[in-house]
């Protein structure tokens, strides 16, 4: 056997290895990046949902507002100190909200 081959028969042994190991790398790479990917998905799914139940917070305070609002309008109503502390504290919960809402933005954007 001469240095030639000697040298291309060690060339071809230490390249099996690596191209093995190559491929590893690569099929644990396109796992991960499509775990990331699920992930990143499920991410939206719950700032969606965040963003929803948050209208659904906003949409239920003003509806409880105008029924108050309504109600007390009615002369034969008879409302009492409930029903205007109640709209009082509901009216306080939704600027309180919404400041929050205002600042966690800034905070994102800065």
Known sequence: MDLAS??????VAMSIPSGI???CFWRIQKKIEKRDKILEEKE?????NELLLIKLA???LSLGEATAAAVQRI???NCNGDMHAALEYARKIK???KDALFETAVHSLI
């Open 6 to 11: 000697l040298v291309v028969t060690i060339v």
């Open 21 to 23: 190991t190559g491929f």
């Open 44 to 48: 939206k799914q719950k700032e969606e």
């Open 58 to 60: 906003g949409a239920s």
């Open 75 to 77: 002369p034969d109503a």
């Open 95 to 97: 600027h309180e909200h």
